[in-house]
């Protein structure tokens, strides 16, 4: 199945968002959604994400408000 070009959204938990980031989000939800689009994927090791979402599952609260943010233009 090709992904690259598709948008994906997965579901994670509080302990992979702490993995993924290095940081442990403000929300105390258990569940949260990452998601972006697919750029790339190598079979032996996975896929990589334009990651565009990260959020408590069914909402758009920032998960990280102490973090800056900064947008490059496309």
């Known amino acids: 199945m090709d992904l ?6 997965i579901w994670v938990t509080r ?3 702490v993995e993924i980031f290095g ?3 403000a929300s105390t939800a258990k569940v949260f959604i990452v998601g972006g689009e697919v750029i790339g994927a190598i ?15 069914g909402e758009s ?3 990280f408000p102490d973090v ?3 947008r490059r233009a496309a």
């Open 43 to 57: 079979p032996a090791l996975g896929l990589f994400m334009r990651l565009d979402t990260v959020a408590v599952s």
């Open 68 to 70: 800056a943010k900064d």
């Open 61 to 63: 609260e920032d998960i």
């Open 15 to 17: 302990d992979d968002i």
């Open 23 to 25: 940081l442990h989000p």
């Open 4 to 9: 690259i070009g598709k948008y994906l959204g």
